[in-house]
């Protein structure tokens, strides 16, 4: 399984992007998608995630009400939309599969495929 990102760019406070991540190889029915973030010098945080099946979404407290998780099966395709983005927010974002329940959805150790990422840059 492959996945790959894009959507990524430069933006200004206030401003809205999307990020797709679409999946490719072997046929894919993941238990859960997500979006992780990773901040220069920081540590790779969860910021949402979908579940594959029954669409059941989760989002980190600092994204919750401006970021939005979605899914299309039929294009084997994840999106994050992101509304009112903040600087706080730039971070180069990442797209993951889990196949099965974790202990913590939330934590990256639960996901088992990855992208290669894509940067979000917001303006103050």
């Known amino acids: 399984v492959q996945l790959v990102e894009s959507g990524g760019g430069l933006v200004q406070t206030g401003d809205s992007l999307r990020l797709s991540c679409v999946a490719s190889g072997r046929t894919f029915n993941p238990y859960r998608l997500a979006w992780f973030r990773q901040a220069p010098g920081k540590e790779r945080e969860f910021a949402a995630s979908i579940g594959w099946n029954g669409g059941i979404t989760s989002y980190a407290d600092s994204v919750k009400g401006r970021f939005t998780i979605s899914r299309d099966g039929a294009k084997n395709t994840v999106y994050l939309q992101m509304n009112s983005l903040k600087p706080e927010d730039t971070a180069v974002y990442y797209c993951?599969?889990?196949?099965?329940?974790?202990?913590?959805?939330?934590?990256?150790?639960?996901?088992?495929?990855w992208g290669q990422g894509t940067q979000v840059t917001v303006s103050s």
């Open positions: 993951a599969a889990a196949l099965i329940l974790g202990r913590d959805m939330r934590t990256a150790s639960a996901y088992v495929y």
